[in-house]
């Protein structure tokens, strides 16, 4: 923990020093870096939370947007050319977090503004288009949202240009100029996207959407060669959904993650049970402990197939997660039950090699792939025995320790417990033989 703090301490200080050195060699009032120091120590608590919310990536996004605006106020070109929302719209994107875009937005309106003849006239158009941009943005799940945000931030710079002259309208130009800045703003910002979701290593609602096309080449490989497979992780990624979108996490971004969690399996599907024969069993011929290591296989197949097929490293923990370090129990019960009176049976050799959830949406895959296996197989699925079930399979999970990690509390939890119970009694109870 202490190593961490370090590594976080020391990358904020060097960020400080080097936005003083950049704001020395180019000539700026010292009080500006200042200033925006002091803004990021007041949103540090909120952006903690926020995953590569860190000094170096929002210095960097910071260094683009006031390096691109400060060469064109060096060449002398109108203010109205800079494209302004640009890295607060990305901020929104990126991190999915308003913080984040604000502190961007104020950084990058004040810095600038400082170097125009009329500071407090370019800071409050600059401040209206990005506030209007990320407010937009939020949450966006279409391209066409980002480029309608920068449309319409465009019209608000007008507006608020119109309203500092006091209604006098002059040179055209300069309105047209301002519109179609807005209007390739949000072009640009969507189009530069995916370059920064591969450097920040993240990804955001939109790419989720592209990834949650079923059109995708590792979920068609799912349909034709596990279907089982396939149809456990439909069902997992509804579960995740809901149950995410009752606690306050990403709901997408567990739905997504829950279609590929399992993609390990597609190097040997027939030694999965949901996608088996019914009266053929192809771990009855093999030992065991060769039957746990194929099954345990998979988190390590399934990773190097996301590697790949270049899938975002956001998706890498669903896959390497989503069993935590549980333990294979039906093939150590087997391995008990054979084993020979001097014969020792380690229960760390049967258990996966995690890591465990450090999110809420990879914790809460877990809970609903292990919650779907265990209410499909139930013979006599009543209401009752399916709420039993979920009830018995999060609490043996939350004891054997696979939550410590995430940020899940007991309230959350019955949160869940209660919309898998709801769910899953609407898939599985047992339906009236009605007369055909």
């Known amino acids: 923990m202490k190593k961490t703090l370090n590594k976080?301490?020391?990358?904020?200080?060097?960020?400080?020093?080097?936005?003083?050195?950049?704001?020395?060699?180019?000539?700026?009032?010292?009080?500006?870096?200042?200033?925006?120091?002091?803004?990021?120590?007041?949103?540090?608590?909120?952006?903690?939370?926020?995953?590569?919310?860190?000094?170096?990536?929002?210095?960097?996004?910071?260094?683009?947007?006031?390096?691109?605006?400060?060469?064109?106020?060096?060449?002398?070109?109108?203010?109205?050319?800079?494209?302004?929302?640009?890295?607060?719209?990305?901020?929104?994107?990126?991190?999915?977090?308003?913080?984040?875009?604000?502190?961007?937005?104020?950084?990058?309106?004040?810095?600038?503004?400082?170097?125009?003849?009329?500071?407090?006239?370019?800071?409050?158009?600059?401040?209206?288009?990005?506030?209007?941009?990320?407010?937009?943005?939020?949450?966006?799940?279409?391209?066409?949202?980002?480029?309608?945000?920068?449309?319409?931030?465009?019209?608000?710079?007008?507006?608020?240009?119109?309203?500092?002259?006091?209604?006098?309208?002059?040179?055209?130009?300069?309105?047209l100029i301002i519109l179609v800045n807005g209007l390739l703003s949000g072009i640009i910002a969507s189009g530069i996207l995916p370059f920064f979701e591969y450097l920040l290593r993240t990804v955001t609602n939109i790419s989720m959407l592209e990834l949650a096309d079923f059109n995708h080449p590792i979920l068609q490989r799912l349909i034709l060669e596990a279907p089982g497979t396939y149809h456990h992780s439909l069902i997992v990624g509804n579960l995740s959904d809901s149950a995410s979108t009752a606690v306050g996490a990403n709901g997408l971004l567990a739905r997504v993650g829950a279609y590929y969690h399992d993609i390990g399996k597609l190097q040997k599907p027939e030694y999965f049970i949901e996608n088996q024969e019914i009266k053929k069993n192809a771990h009855d011929e093999l030992t065991p402990t060769m039957s746990k290591l194929i099954i345990m296989n998979h988190i390590k197949e399934g990773l190097e197939l996301a590697k790949k097929h270049s899938l975002s490293p956001v998706l890498w923990d669903f896959i390497q997660r989503h069993h935590g370090n549980s333990l294979v129990y039906y093939f150590y019960r087997r391995a008990l039950e054979g084993k020979e009176e001097d014969q020792e049976v380690a229960e760390e050799g049967f258990r996966y090699p995690g890591p465990k959830p450090n999110t809420k949406e990879t914790a809460i895959v877990l809970l609903a792939d292990s919650v779907e296996a265990a209410t499909r197989s139930l013979k006599d699925p009543t209401p009752d025995r399916i709420r039993e079930t979920v009830h018995k399979i999060i609490n043996n999970k939350f004891i054997d320790g696979q939550l410590d990690e995430c940020e899940l509390t007991l309230k959350d939890i019955e949160k869940i417990s209660g919309v898998f119970s709801k769910i899953l009694t609407g898939i599985y109870h047992s339906r009236v033989n009605y007369q055909q």
């Open 8 to 175: 976080k301490n020391l990358a904020g200080l060097a960020a400080c020093a080097f936005i003083f050195l950049f704001s020395y060699i180019i000539r700026i009032n010292p009080a500006i870096p200042f200033f925006l120091i002091l803004t990021y120590f007041c949103f540090r608590k909120k952006f903690a939370r926020v995953k590569n919310a860190n000094p170096v990536n929002l210095t960097f996004l910071f260094l683009i947007s006031f390096c691109l605006g400060y060469y064109i106020i060096a060449q002398e070109i109108s203010f109205y050319f800079i494209p302004i929302t640009i890295i607060p719209i990305l901020g929104a994107l990126l991190f999915d977090s308003l913080e984040v875009a604000y502190f961007l937005s104020i950084a990058t309106s004040t810095s600038l503004a400082s170097l125009t003849t009329e500071p407090f006239k370019v800071w409050f158009i600059f401040t209206v288009a990005c506030v209007c941009a990320v407010l937009l943005v939020k949450g966006a799940r279409k391209r066409s949202q980002v480029i309608r945000a920068g449309l319409i931030a465009g019209i608000l710079q007008l507006a608020a240009l119109i309203l500092l002259e006091h209604l006098r309208i002059g040179h055209p130009q300069r309105y």
